[in-house]
């Protein structure tokens, strides 16, 4: 019997709305997943042929470090110390870095500079036929000198891309909150939620981009009208802009997917204004477009902002692409919504968020199935929507590789998934960051976390590399 993972009332909350107007409501075109049949296509099972390519050593550390970080306190007490005034002291910070250099780090990052990376991602490729994200690691600048000195890292990252064969990378990543600086995108995305609000509210300084807002859309973060930008924001942003350029034009140069990562929803706006400013600017290709936006289904809105996006972008016939994921700020998010007195902008259930990846991933397949000129990257450590997402692919007849769907995983966390996805001939990347140890640190503490929120595939992963580790011992 037909198990439908887009729910009635989810698929109705799909709405589209001009940026300036209240929802018109209309049902977009959704598909409906069937219950899995036997993995015939997706098989996760026989540990022996999923790791078959990882040497012993890898699987010891992989092992030893995945079940570190399913145990809460042991966590809480590597976060704390990680955050902590410790690291002021040159005797501990030393010690804490070279601790966490060769097992955390090393499992979960690619390397402390661009060269090291690549070289891991022809490596990973090489032996797995998994292929690499690139990514600087550091997460957010305060000010234009720190995003100068970042953009000069994601211009290497592109360098370094291009150094390896188009078989073994996915694509490169930029984190705006790295080139533009988080107070200015703050302002930016007070201003457009208050144009949404407002639509005769002028915005200068406003390049073309799709909508960034729908009916669903958390505004509560700006309650009264925000001052302009003053004349040294808007050169600041016009600088943001810049960088971005930048980039985006090294990627067009080079062939390379750019992939813009997505964060919480105080600064979400401005994000994806910025984001699809680039499509706009540099997506001429329908079979390959360059710049990919991030949509998180865990909030309420995702789906509906996604619809919005891609209609207008048909309209506009720019290709787009999109990576598809959960979302990584359930906490924060929760946290500040309750602390302004508004229900959180996240799906109130587990389950909700699974609806909503699913009807989201489900969309956007069936959109790249029929010829439109988008790309997809359907990045899940659920095996449910692996498993789903393979079996949707194999309905729709989708060549496998193609380059219009791709699934992606954490480096570090779900190789099962991974590899399982791989072998049935599926296209899948890992998002690799690199850099110093000591940058890399926010980043360890949010897969530490993760990990050990994710029941699935953590549990999964740990039980089969057990597995696994206890074959190759009794084989000898």
Same mark, same amino acid.
């Given at each position: 019997?037909?198990?439908?993972?887009?729910?009635?009332?989810?698929?109705?909350?799909?709405?589209?709305?001009?940026?300036?107007?209240?929802?018109?409501?209309?049902?977009?075109?959704?598909?409906?997943?069937?219950?899995?049949?036997?993995?015939?296509?997706?098989?996760?099972?026989?540990?022996?042929?999923?790791? +078959?390519?990882?040497?012993?050593?890898?699987?010891?550390? !992989?092992?030893? =470090?995945?079940?570190? *970080? &399913? %145990?809460? /306190? @042991?966590?809480?007490?590597?976060?704390?110390?990680?955050?902590?005034?410790?690291?002021?002291?040159?005797?501990?910070?030393?010690?804490?870095?070279?601790?966490?250099?060769?097992?955390?780090?090393?499992?979960?990052?690619?390397?402390?500079?661009?060269?090291?990376?690549?070289?891991?991602?022809?490596?990973?490729?090489?032996?797995?036929?998994?292929?690499?994200?690139?990514?600087?690691?550091?997460?957010?600048a305060e000010d234009g000198g720190?995003?100068?000195?970042?953009?000069?890292?994601?211009?290497?990252?592109?360098? +370094?891309?291009?150094?390896?064969?188009?078989?073994?990378? !996915?694509?490169? =990543?930029?984190?705006? *909150? &790295? %080139?533009? /600086? @988080?107070?200015?995108?703050?302002?930016?995305?007070?201003?457009?939620?208050?144009?949404?609000?407002?639509?005769?509210?002028?915005?200068?300084?406003?390049?073309?981009?799709?909508?960034?807002?729908?009916?669903?859309?958390?505004?509560?973060?700006?309650?009264?009208?925000?001052?302009?930008?003053?004349?040294?924001?808007?050169?600041?942003?016009?600088?943001?802009?810049?960088?971005?350029?930048?980039?985006?034009?090294?990627?067009?140069?080079?062939?390379?997917?750019?992939?813009?990562?997505?964060?919480?929803?105080?600064?979400?706006?401005?994000?994806?204004?910025?984001?699809?400013? !680039?499509?706009?600017?540099?997506?001429?290709?329908?079979?390959? /477009?360059?710049?990919?936006?991030?949509?998180?289904?865990?909030?309420?809105?995702?789906?509906?902002?996604?619809?919005?996006?891609?209609?207008?972008?048909?309209?506009?016939?720019?290709?787009?692409?999109?990576?598809?994921?959960?979302?990584?700020?359930?906490?924060?998010?929760?946290?500040?919504?309750?602390?302004?007195?508004?229900?959180?902008?996240?799906?109130?259930?587990?389950?909700?968020?699974?609806?909503?990846?699913?009807?989201?991933?489900?969309?956007?397949?069936?959109?790249?199935?029929?010829?439109?000129?988008?790309?997809?990257?359907?990045?899940?450590?659920?095996?449910?929507?692996?498993?789903?997402?393979?079996?949707?692919?194999?309905?729709?007849?989708?060549?496998?590789?193609?380059?219009?769907?791709?699934?992606?995983?954490?480096?570090?966390?779900?190789?099962?998934?991974?590899?399982?996805?791989?072998?049935?001939?599926f296209n899948v990347s890992k998002?690799?960051?690199?850099?110093?140890?000591?940058?890399?640190?926010?980043?360890?503490i949010r897969r530490a976390y993760?990990?050990?929120?994710?029941?699935?595939?953590?549990?999964?992963?740990?039980?089969?590399?057990?597995?696994?580790?206890?074959?190759?011992?009794?084989?000898?």
């Open positions: 019997m037909a198990n439908r993972f887009l729910r009635p009332n989810l698929i109705n909350r799909f709405s589209t709305m001009s940026p300036v107007g209240p929802p018109a409501t209309v049902v977009p075109e959704i598909l409906s997943f069937d219950q899995p049949k036997p993995d015939v296509d997706l098989d996760l099972s026989d540990q022996s042929r999923l790791f +078959a390519s990882v040497p012993i050593s890898d699987l010891v550390r !992989s092992t030893a =470090v995945l079940h570190a *970080t &399913a %145990i809460g /306190p @042991m966590v809480d007490l590597g976060s704390w110390v990680m955050s902590s005034k410790l690291m002021d002291t040159t005797f501990t910070r030393d010690l804490v870095l070279s601790s966490v250099k060769g097992t955390f780090y090393d499992h979960f990052c690619a390397g402390e500079d661009a060269a090291a990376a690549a070289r891991l991602v022809r490596s990973v490729y090489e032996s797995t036929g998994l292929k690499g994200m690139l990514v600087y690691g550091v997460e957010h720190a995003c100068d000195s970042n953009i000069e890292k994601f211009i290497e990252t592109v360098e +370094a891309a291009k150094t390896l064969p188009t078989s073994h990378l !996915s694509s490169v =990543v930029v984190k705006i *909150t &790295a %080139i533009c /600086p @988080m107070s200015l995108l703050k302002r930016v995305s007070d201003l457009l939620r208050w144009q949404y609000k407002n639509p005769n509210f002028k915005l200068p300084w406003k390049l073309n981009s799709f909508p960034v807002f729908s009916g669903l859309s958390p505004l509560y973060h700006t309650t009264s009208e925000p001052e302009p930008l003053t004349a040294e924001e808007e050169q600041e942003l016009e600088k943001a802009h810049e960088r971005l350029k930048s980039v985006c034009q090294r990627c067009q140069e080079y062939n390379v997917p750019l992939l813009i990562d997505a964060e919480d929803t105080i600064l979400q706006p401005a994000i994806d204004y910025m984001a699809y400013w !680039s499509a706009i600017t540099f997506n001429s290709d329908k079979d390959r /477009p360059i710049v990919h936006n991030t949509i998180q289904a865990y909030l309420k809105d995702a789906g509906e902002r996604l619809h919005l996006a891609l209609r207008e972008s048909e309209k506009m016939n720019v290709p787009i692409g999109f990576k598809l994921v959960r979302g990584a700020y359930m906490s924060s998010e929760a946290k500040l919504a309750d602390s302004l007195g508004y229900k959180s902008p996240v799906h109130d259930t587990i389950q909700d968020t699974h609806s909503c990846y699913n009807e989201c991933m489900s969309f956007l397949m069936e959109k790249a199935s029929n010829g439109s000129g988008i790309a997809v990257i359907l990045a899940t450590h659920n095996t449910d929507s692996g498993k789903l997402g393979a079996r949707k692919a194999s309905e729709l007849g989708i060549d496998k590789e193609n380059g219009k769907i791709e699934f992606a995983q954490l480096y570090g966390m779900s190789d099962a998934l991974s590899l399982g996805l791989k072998r049935a001939g998002y690799m960051p690199y850099g110093p140890v000591a940058t890399a640190i926010p980043y360890l993760e990990n050990r929120g994710m029941m699935s595939t953590g549990v999964l992963d740990r039980k089969l590399m057990r597995m696994e580790l206890k074959r190759r011992i009794l084989v000898g």
